[in-house]
Each structure stands twice: as structure tokens, then as C-alpha cells.
């Protein structure tokens, strides 16, 4: 069955990094595009990054631009989102989720099925 | 970015009532909208996509309508397991934003 699993996730200080995982399988990872959505108990969830079935394309929320990049490998159906110059703010689940079939990176009519369990990331000192 | 805002951010029911939530965009958004449920602890599902096609193996209670910036997501006869937290999604335009979230509890 489709399924996501993600990992990486931990208590980092503020300003660190951090590289989040998610393993895929069961459909063709290599056909679609891929997100990260958070979720925090104040915020609600919160869509962060998408990138495009070939990772040629990403996209980034504005509030992780220039901080998280965003990456894919096909030949592991693996994702990897590299968190940089982490803030308090950055703390949340982090969940991986499938999005469209398609090359592109259009937000028009992108679903989110599945997501992956979710991995705590704590930014605290 | 489209503002998502759900109504109620909860609610209290009994099994077998009839449950409405509502969720309106800050501008038009067609029917790019979808429906999720989350229970605690675990990943949202998605129930429906499109603002009313009903993602395959979810029970036919569940029912969404709308366009533009009015949407409704409607459960007949509340069962035991629909007690949990809905949220809404536009994905009209990057960013893709959700809902606050309607929590659906026992009375």
C-alpha cells in the first residue's frame, strides 16, 4: 500500500540545522509531486514546500524561504528537507505528503493523500 | 495568501445527528477546496477533494458542497468514529492554506 514514513526529526537549538527524511512507497514516487506540511498546536497546519516529480521545481512557504531547501532522490524514493538557521518557531510535526501526478508544481487542485505519521522537530535552547 | 475560515472551531453532537461545518476562502476559489479529518495523534486523512468528490472507501455520510467562497462539509448521522477535527484546504494558488479546523466532540 502508498505509504510515507518520516524521520530526522529532534531537539535542536535555535540557529542549528536539522535534515528531515521521508521514505515513499508503494506507487510510482517518481510521478509525483511531494510536499511538507506542519502542524502546530497555535498555527493549525501550515503548508511549507513542493517540489516537482523530477526535484528540478520547488516552492517554499515565504516564513522557511531562504532557510529550508527542499530535495528528492528517485532512486531511494526518499525526500529530504534540509532546515537551516532553525527558530522557536519552526517548532511543529512535520508531515511529508503526496501530491499531484503531474511534472508540474501548480497548486490547482493538489490534494494531500497520503501523509506520512509526522516527525517532531523541538527548537528550543 | 487565501485566508481560510472554518465555523465552528467546534461543536458538540450526538451520534446519529446531522453535522455542518463551514469553510469560506478570503477570495474565490472555484472548487479547489478539500476536506480532511485528523483524530489525535495521527496524520490528517482527506475525505473529500474538489469540493464534493468523495475520496474512494470514505463513507457516503460525509458529503461536501460549494464554490467560490462558500463551502460546506455536512456528516449525516454522526457515527462514534467521526469524532474528530475537520479541516479545510484551498488549492486554488501556492501557498496552499488550510482552515483552523472545526472540532467535532461528544455531547
Known amino acids: 500500500q502508498v505509504q510515507l514514513v518520516e524521520s530526522g526529526g529532534g531537539v535542536v537549538q535555535p540557529g542549528r540545522s536539522l535534515r528531515l527524511s521521508c521514505a515513499a512507497s508503494g506507487f510510482a514516487f517518481n510521478s509525483y509531486a511531494m510536499h511538507w506540511v506542519r502542524q502546530t498546536p497555535g498555527t493549525g497546519l501550515e503548508w511549507v514546500a513542493v517540489?516537482?516529480?523530477?526535484?528540478?521545481?520547488?516552492y517554499y512557504a515565504d516564513s522557511v524561504k531562504g532557510r529550508f531547501t527542499f530535495s528528492r532522490d528517485n532512486s531511494k524514493n526518499t525526500l529530504h528537507l534540509q532546515m537551516n538557521s532553525l527558530k522557536a518557531e519552526d517548532t511543529a510535526v512535520y508531515y511529508c505528503?503526496?501530491?499531484?501526478?503531474?511534472?508540474?508544481?501548480?497548486?490547482?487542485?493538489?490534494?494531500?493523500?497520503?501523509w506520512g505519521q509526522g516527525t517532531l522537530v523541538t527548537v528550543s535552547s | 495568501d487565501i485566508q481560510m475560515t472554518q465555523s465552528p472551531s467546534s461543536l458538540s453532537a450526538s451520534v446519529g445527528d446531522r453535522v455542518t461545518i463551514t469553510c469560506r476562502p478570503s477570495q474565490s476559489i472555484s472548487n479547489y477546496l478539500n476536506w480532511y479529518q485528523q483524530k489525535p495523534g495521527r496524520a490528517p486523512k482527506l475525505l473529500i477533494y474538489?469540493?464534493?468528490s468523495l475520496k474512494g472507501g470514505v463513507p457516503s455520510r460525509f458529503s461536501g458542497s460549494g464554490s467560490g467562497t462558500d463551502f460546506t462539509l455536512t456528516i449525516t448521522s454522526l457515527q462514534p468514529e467521526d469524532f474528530a477535527t475537520y479541516y479545510c484546504q484551498q488549492s486554488y494558488i501556492t501557498p496552499l492554506t488550510f482552515g483552523g479546523g472545526t472540532k467535532v466532540e461528544i455531547k
Open positions: 474538489a469540493a464534493s
Open positions: 505528503a503526496r501530491g499531484l501526478r503531474a511534472t508540474h508544481i501548480s497548486a490547482a487542485g493538489t490534494v494531500f493523500d497520503p
Open positions: 517540489i516537482s516529480s523530477d526535484g528540478t521545481n520547488t
